[in-house]
């Protein structure tokens, strides 16, 4: 699960235990209610969740898409814009998680404060009685007991505010609901969102068929683009699973909106402007660039993942654009002088797997320097022992989060007869490496 990520962890109560109680008491701190006037308003409070690692990244795509007060924090970025930024942020960012407008924040004591601060937004302007509804609260310090029941008294407040208007009650659905609304509490501040995404954003609509350990779609995109993959480099991914790095590599060289072929939450808004939609919709289409021959390949020992990954390039439009061959990475050879490789091995959970890896990782760095001269490797992996294993110098060490998963991205450029790292594996943290951890 990735975690929410709206405030400092050490206000975790869950890391702290039940010593952690509030240090004040009193009348919780002032709520307040953004006056928007609907989604017209030009400066919507918008805050996007995303991998945490890929803050930096996500805040260039928003900046690139013209959003104003672009704010990191760890695991998500703040931002303002009018409805056709939260568009244009649900259609072409490829990292973040979901795209949440602030209808309301302020403090809490207790859960019938967040009752009165869900009751103070006027929900029947945002959507019509007919939509179905669901109520999620994340939090991190809260020193509430059930985050459940804080989902609860906010969907008894947003139920009421109907009534209030005479317009009967919405129905809670919460499988596949029209309208998601999420609760965000730390130890003394609750802010409520409506989801303008929907389902989430790495729900591109090509994955149907995953295999053990898929990557999400907007983690791989994130981890392309901190690599410096831009689509003119050639790239392969030699374990490839079920193609996730290799369709989202394509978006990137053909210029495809990730959102282009989903549904949003937004479309279900009272205010929604299909026409703006549907010209930003077109617009985005125009960009796009024909799907040809690309120099993206992909590999996989397993014979079991092959048929996966053709069936996800096929549904994503790329069947005869991507090769796909049934190979150990150890087999797989360059296509071009220079290039990108871009995996993630497996991270080895049981005892056996760990073994198999600790062996795997110096033939690597031999098959590496024996084929790869003038490549960069990407290697993404949670197993932090690759770095020595591999023997070779690591450049960059990029710390990310596969949900809650501490990783790496580590990049390893292979400069004909330079790469080996001849100090014994023990130095492998010391001055050999560049790359300690990058920010
Ligand atoms: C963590 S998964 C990759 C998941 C992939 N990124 C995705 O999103 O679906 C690791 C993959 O490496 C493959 N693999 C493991 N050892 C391999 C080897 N020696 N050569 C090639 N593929 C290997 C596995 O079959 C598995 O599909």
């Known amino acids: 699960m990735e975690r929410d990520p709206r405030a400092p962890r050490q206000h975790d109560s869950r890391q702290h235990g039940d010593s952690a109680k509030p240090a004040w008491s009193g009348k919780p701190a002032e709520q307040s209610v953004y006056a928007l006037s609907g989604l017209r308003h030009n400066q919507l409070a918008l805050f996007s969740p995303c991998p945490r690692g890929l803050e930096m990244t996500l805040v260039a795509e928003l900046n690139a ?7 990191k ?3 998500g970025v703040a931002f303002n814009g009018d409805a056709d930024i939260m568009m244009k942020a649900n259609l072409y960012s490829r990292t973040a998680s979901r795209v949440l407008l602030k209808l309301a924040e302020g403090g809490y004591q207790q859960e019938s404060d967040i009752y009165q601060l869900a009751m103070q937004i006027d929900w029947p302007r945002w959507f019509d009685v007919s939509r179905s509804i669901k109520v999620k609260t994340d939090a991190i310090g809260a020193q509430l007991r059930s985050l459940d029941f804080v989902s609860l008294k906010v969907k008894d407040a947003v139920c009421d505010r109907f009534r209030q208007a005479n317009a009967g009650r919405p129905n809670v659905d919460t499988r596949e609901p029209d309208m998601r609304i999420h609760t965000f509490l730390t130890r003394d501040h609750a802010t409520i969102y409506l989801d303008t995404s929907g389902e989430p954003l790495f729900k591109r609509g090509w994955r149907e068929e995953t295999g053990e350990a ?3 779609e907007n983690l791989a995109a994130g981890i392309l683009l901190i690599a410096g993959y831009d689509g003119s480099q050639p790239l392969l991914d030699p ?4 193609g996730t790095f290799l369709v989202e590599a ?5 210029k495809r909106a990730p959102g282009r072929n ?3 939450g937004f ?3 009272r205010e929604f402007d299909a026409l703006s939609w549907e010209a930003l919709l077109s617009e985005a289409r125009a960009a796009e660039l024909p799907v040809r021959d690309l120099a993206i390949k992909g590999s996989d020992r397993a014979l079991n993942m092959l048929p996966i990954a053709r069936a996800n390039l096929q549904r994503a439009g790329l069947a005869d654009a991507i090769e796909l061959q049934a190979q150990d990475i150890l087999e797989a050879r360059p296509f071009a002088d220079s290039g990108f490789i871009v995996t993630n091995p497996p991270y080895g959970v049981r005892m056996d797997e760990q073994d198999a890896l ?3 990782y110096p033939q690597l760095g031999d098959w590496l320097k024996a084929y790869f001269a003038g490549w960069t490797a990407h290697f993404f992996s949670g197993d932090l022992r690759l770095s020595d294993m591999i023997h070779l110098s690591v450049k960059r060490r990029t710390p990310l989060f596969n949900g809650s998963l501490p990783c790496r991205l580590f990049a390893i450029p292979m400069v004909a007869g330079s790469a080996r790292r001849e100090k014994p594996a023990a130095d492998a943290d010391n001055a050999a490496d560049e790359g300690k951890d990058a920010e």
């Open 214 to 216: 898929p990557l999400r």
């Open 267 to 269: 479309q279900r808004l």
């Open 73 to 75: 924090v760890d695991g």
């Open 250 to 254: 394509a978006d990137i060289a053909l």
């Open 65 to 71: 898409l013209g959003a104003s007060n672009v704010s």
């Open 358 to 360: 600790a062996e795997l």
């Open 239 to 242: 374990m490839c699973g079920s």
């Open 262 to 264: 989903r549904r949003f």
